[in-house]
C-alpha cells in the first residue's frame, strides 16, 4: 500500500488527526485502478493512460505545474491527448502548455461553457483576487491573467473517448457554477473536483462569489448513485470501496442540505439573517467526521451563502440598508463610552474572557474612530490575534490574521 492510500485509510479509521489541512499535497504519484493514476498536488490531477495518449482530469496550479508535470511523466510518457477541466479555479488549469511543448501539439482542453466566463472575469478582477487570496491563504502572488482557455465546451453532459476509455462529464453547480465531476465507468471511478475536498464543503467563501449548496448537495447524491469504487477529489487523498464512498457523498450532501434547509425555513417565516445565524446549526456529527471537518470553510459562512442566494445582500436590519459612515458611527460610540481607551480597554477585557466576537467588535470600533493611535492599534492586534487563534477554518484564521498584522 502506498503513502496516498495508507493516508486514506489513517483518516477514516481515525488513526489519523483529521483536522489536517486539505491543501496540504503529498507530492506523490500513487496508481489507483488499471492504467490510472493519481497525483497528490495542489490541486490533486488524475491521470489515464490510453492507447491514444494522456488524459489528465485537472492539469495542476500555476505553483506546481511544472513538479505534477514530473509526477505524470513517472507514470506514463504518453503526450498529453486531452485535459479537463472540472472548474476554472486557478489550482486546477495550469500546465497544459507544458504537455504541448514538450510533445510539439496541440492538446484538447474540455470544460463547462461557464469556465470561459470565469476565466474572462478573472481577467477583470486580478488585483482584487491577489488580495482575497492573500488574506486567505496569507500568502502574496501575483494573481495570472493569461488562461487556457476550453476548446470543446458543453452545457449539461458530455461523453469523450481517447483510446477506448470513455469518460463522462456532468455539469454541476456546487463551489462554482463551471462545476465538472468525471465518471469513467470502466474503472468505476469517479473524480469530483472541488465536490469533495475533504472538510466542510466550501460553500459559504465570504470573500468569493455565489456558491450553490442546494445544487451541491444534489449532485453528490447523483455522484452516489453511480455507486464508485474510487473516489478522486479535488484535495486531500482518494477514498476506496464503494461504501466508504458512498458515506462520505451521502453524509455531505446531509450536511449541505440540513444548513439550506433550516436557514430557507427561518427566512421563510420572516427572519433577519442575525436571528437566522444564532438558530441554525449544524449536526455536530456530521461536523467530527474526518472528511466534514469545519478547517477551510465553516458553517455559518454556509449559512450567509444560503442568505445571499435566496435573500440579496441586506440582512433585515433597517439601519444596514443605508449606513452611515462607519467611522462617523464609531466616533459617536466612542464619545457616549468615554473615549476610544475605554472600548479598547472592555474589548481586551473580553477577549481574555474568550468573547472574541464582541471584543473585534469594540476594538474596531476604537480603531475606526482613532486609526493613528499606537495603543488602540496594539489592542486591535492583540484581539485580533487571540480571534484567529480560537477559529478552526481557514478563512476566518486568514481575515483575522491579516487584521492583526495590519494593525501592527
Not at 492510500?5 to 504519484?29: A, I, M, V, Y
Not at 470565469?118 to 482584487?128: A, C, E, I, V
Request: hydrophobic letters at 40%; aromatic letters at 10%.
Amino acid at each position: 500500500m502506498g503513502a496516498v492510500r495508507e493516508q486514506s485509510e489513517r483518516l477514516l479509521q481515525g488513526r489519523e488527526d483529521p483536522s489536517f489541512h486539505p491543501f496540504t499535497p503529498l507530492f506523490k504519484l500513487e496508481e489507483v485502478a488499471e492504467r490510472v493514476a493519481f497525483v497528490s498536488s495542489f490541486a490533486n490531477v488524475l491521470a489515464l493512460d490510453t492507447d491514444d495518449g494522456l488524459v489528465l482530469v485537472d492539469t495542476g496550479s500555476f505553483f506546481f505545474a511544472r513538479l505534477t508535470k514530473e509526477l505524470v511523466r513517472s507514470f506514463t510518457a504518453r503526450p498529453l491527448h486531452t485535459a479537463v477541466y472540472t472548474h476554472g479555479h486557478v489550482d486546477h488549469v495550469f500546465g497544459v502548455d507544458l504537455y504541448e511543448e514538450e510533445s510539439g501539439r496541440k492538446a484538447r482542453v474540455v470544460g463547462h461553457r461557464a469556465v470561459r466566463e470565469r476565466f474572462d472575469r478573472y481577467r477583470l478582477t486580478p488585483g482584487y483576487n491577489a488580495c482575497i487570496n492573500a488574506r486567505q491563504f496569507q500568502l502574496e502572488t501575483t494573481w495570472p491573467t493569461d488562461y487556457r482557455y476550453p476548446d470543446t465546451e458543453y452545457d449539461d453532459s458530455l461523453v469523450i473517448d481517447v483510446g477506448g476509455t470513455t469518460l463522462e462529464l456532468f455539469h454541476a453547480r456546487g463551489e462554482t457554477d463551471d462545476h465538472t465531476f468525471a465518471w469513467v465507468p470502466s474503472r468505476k471511478l469517479l473524480a469530483t473536483g472541488d465536490l469533495f475536498i475533504w472538510a466542510t464543503p466550501n460553500a459559504g467563501n465570504p470573500q468569493k462569489v455565489q456558491r450553490y449548496p442546494r445544487d451541491w448537495a444534489a449532485a453528490l447524491r447523483r455522484m452516489a448513485a453511480l455507486e464508485p469504487e474510487v473516489l478522486s477529489p479535488g484535495h486531500g487523498p482518494p477514498i476506496f470501496g464503494r461504501e466508504a464512498i458512498h458515506l462520505a457523498l451521502t453524509e455531505t450532501a446531509a450536511l449541505l442540505e440540513r444548513l439550506v434547509d433550516e436557514t430557507l425555513a427561518r427566512m421563510n417565516e420572516g427572519a433577519t439573517l442575525d436571528d437566522v445565524l444564532a438558530s441554525v446549526r449544524a449536526p455536530r456529527e456530521l461536523l467530527e467526521r474526518p472528511y466534514l471537518r469545519p478547517i477551510y470553510d465553516e458553517p455559518e459562512f454556509v449559512v450567509r451563502n444560503v442568505w445571499r442566494q435566496y435573500g440579496g445582500w441586506w440582512d433585515g436590519n433597517p439601519a444596514h440598508l443605508k449606513p452611515g459612515p462607519e467611522a462617523a458611527l464609531a466616533r459617536e460610540l466612542c464619545d457616549l463610552a468615554g473615549g476610544a481607551p475605554a472600548l479598547v480597554d472592555r474589548a481586551l477585557r473580553l477577549s481574555l474572557a474568550g468573547d472574541h466576537a464582541v471584543a473585534c467588535h469594540l476594538v474596531e470600533l476604537a480603531f475606526r474612530a482613532s486609526p493613528r493611535d499606537p495603543g488602540v492599534r496594539s489592542a486591535r492586534s492583540r484581539v485580533y490575534l487571540a480571534r484567529s487563534e480560537a477559529e478552526t477554518s481557514l478563512m476566518a484564521k486568514g481575515v483575522f490574521r491579516t487584521a492583526a498584522r495590519e494593525s501592527e
